[in-house]
């Protein structure tokens, strides 16, 4: 039964869901943990995944295990928020984040298990859901399971993805515009740090599309590429950084074009990598969100900040792992992990 509480009281909730996610110093112990079992180990040890992660220890079992109690926090959140906006815009943004993954997969013809790699399930996209979208040897099979389950982008995507050549391209813009489309109308039953949220959220998806469009061969028009919603890259901005002769000069331009704003800073961090784009922004709107609970703490910054703490412990989690199975060394794992201190 799901009982829709109010915001203060969301708020107050969120916070103490906060307590069980893994705090900054228990995840920097963790990157000296030197292979899967023994990341494992220190996993079961600590007792804040509600999962066990299955035998053998593989990375493929710890990022099950962390999904799976993603999904558990995520189901308590749920039950009290109702349809809530600001669960609502992570859902939605967590939906673009696995297409986008599940298509890039299907195209490279990876390993299912791969095309999992830190995804979070969602209402639209549950635990299954996201098996079986694994496993399909097309985009247009893909598509096709899409429509099966009614999702909101079926049709959007399909079309696309039945073309003798799907282009990532075409397929992450469509993805960008519908993510607008539900982020911007959750945003409306929301507070005002909720819309700026949205609006920052659709500017560094646009800033992604303008150093994916110059980072190679293109036969599109960048204007197509450009999703209205964002605030601080306005369209002829944009435009002006799809431009550039290449994805470093992309990147100089959207320093220039940001400066002054809450954007030039992960901008400068990301240089010309769209990835390292994505942790560096979830890294500033981490710090944003901090910010407005001192300021705001019964607004929805404490209900954003816990989700996005979520969505840090699962990168970081994947990353530990990895690097574990790599032999990577701690220092470099720690210099990378994304979860604030606190």
Same mark, same amino acid.
């Given at each position: 039964?799901?009982?829709?509480?109010?915001?203060?009281?969301?708020?107050?909730?969120a916070?103490?869901?906060?307590?069980?996610?893994?705090?900054?110093?228990?995840?920097?112990?963790?990157?000296g943990?030197?292979?899967?079992?023994?990341?494992?180990?220190?996993?079961?040890?600590?007792?804040?995944?509600?999962?066990p992660?299955?035998?053998?220890?593989?990375?493929?079992?710890?990022?099950?295990?962390?999904?799976?109690?993603?999904?558990?926090?995520?189901?308590?959140?749920?039950?009290?928020?109702?349809?809530?906006?600001?669960?609502?815009?992570?859902?939605?943004?967590?939906?673009?984040?696995?297409?986008?993954?599940?298509?890039?997969?299907?195209?490279? &013809? *990876?390993?299912?298990?791969?095309?999992? /790699?830190?995804?979070? +399930?969602?209402?639209?996209?549950? %635990? =299954? @859901? #996201?098996?079986?979208?694994?496993?399909?040897?097309?985009?247009?099979?893909?598509?096709?399971?899409?429509?099966?389950?009614?999702?909101p982008? &079926? *049709?959007?995507?399909?079309t696309?993805? /039945?073309?003798?050549? +799907?282009?990532?391209?075409?397929? %992450? =813009? @469509? #993805?960008?515009?519908?993510?607008?489309?539900?982020?911007?109308?959750?945003?409306?039953?929301?507070?005002?740090?909720?819309?700026?949220?949205?609006? *920052?959220r659709?500017?560094?998806?646009?800033?992604?599309?303008?150093?994916?469009?110059?980072?190679?061969?293109?036969?599109?028009?960048?204007?197509?590429?450009?999703?209205?919603?964002?605030?601080a890259?306005?369209?002829?901005?944009?435009?002006d950084?799809?431009?550039?002769?290449?994805?470093?000069?992309?990147?100089?331009r959207?320093?220039?074009?940001?400066?002054?704003?809450?954007?030039?800073?992960?901008?400068?961090?990301?240089?010309?990598?769209p990835?390292?784009?994505?942790?560096?922004?979830?890294?500033?709107?981490?710090?944003?969100?901090?910010?407005?609970?001192?300021?705001?703490?019964?607004?929805?910054?404490?209900?954003?900040?816990?989700?996005?703490?979520?969505?840090?412990?699962?990168?970081?989690?994947?990353?530990?792992?990895?690097?574990?199975?790599?032999?990577?060394?701690?220092?470099?794992?720690?210099?990378?992990?994304?979860?604030?201190?606190?």
């Open positions: 039964m799901t009982v829709a509480l109010d915001l203060p009281t969301l708020a107050v909730r916070r103490g869901l906060s307590s069980k996610l893994f705090p900054r110093a228990e995840l920097e112990e963790m990157a943990a030197g292979s899967p079992e023994a990341l494992a180990r220190e996993l079961e040890r600590r007792g804040r995944l509600f999962e992660v299955s035998s053998p220890p593989t990375v493929a079992a710890i990022e099950s295990a962390v999904r799976h109690s993603a999904a558990h926090l995520l189901r308590i959140l749920s039950v009290w928020t109702g349809p809530h906006g600001a669960l609502e815009v992570f859902y939605a943004e967590e939906d673009r984040r696995s297409l986008r993954a599940l298509f890039r997969g299907a195209l490279q &013809a *990876a390993p299912s298990e791969a095309r999992l /790699a830190g995804l979070l +399930p969602t209402p639209w996209l549950p %635990e =299954r @859901a #996201l098996t079986t979208l694994a496993r399909q040897p097309t985009p247009a099979r893909l598509a096709a399971q899409l429509v099966l389950l009614h999702h982008e &079926a *049709a959007r995507l399909s696309l993805a /039945a073309k003798a050549q +799907p282009v990532l391209l075409d397929l %992450e =813009r @469509a #993805l960008v515009q519908g993510l607008a489309e539900r982020t911007l109308a959750a945003a409306r039953a929301g507070d005002r740090n909720l819309c700026a949220v949205v609006r *920052a659709i500017d560094v998806c646009n800033m992604q599309m303008a150093l994916a469009f110059t980072a190679g061969p293109h036969d599109v028009e960048p204007a197509t590429l450009f999703t209205a919603g964002g605030e890259l306005p369209r002829r901005a944009f435009l950084a799809c431009s550039a002769t290449s994805a470093a000069a992309a990147s100089d959207l320093v220039h074009l940001l400066a002054g704003t809450a954007l030039e800073a992960p901008a400068r961090v990301a240089g010309a990598d990835v390292r784009l994505e942790a560096a922004a979830l890294d500033h709107a981490l710090t944003w969100q901090r910010r407005v609970a001192r300021i705001d703490p019964l607004g929805s910054a404490p209900l954003v900040s816990f989700l996005l703490r979520l969505q840090a412990q699962s990168a970081d989690l994947r990353r530990l792992a990895w690097g574990a199975s790599l032999g990577a060394p701690p220092a470099l794992l720690r210099a990378g992990l994304v979860t604030p201190w606190t």
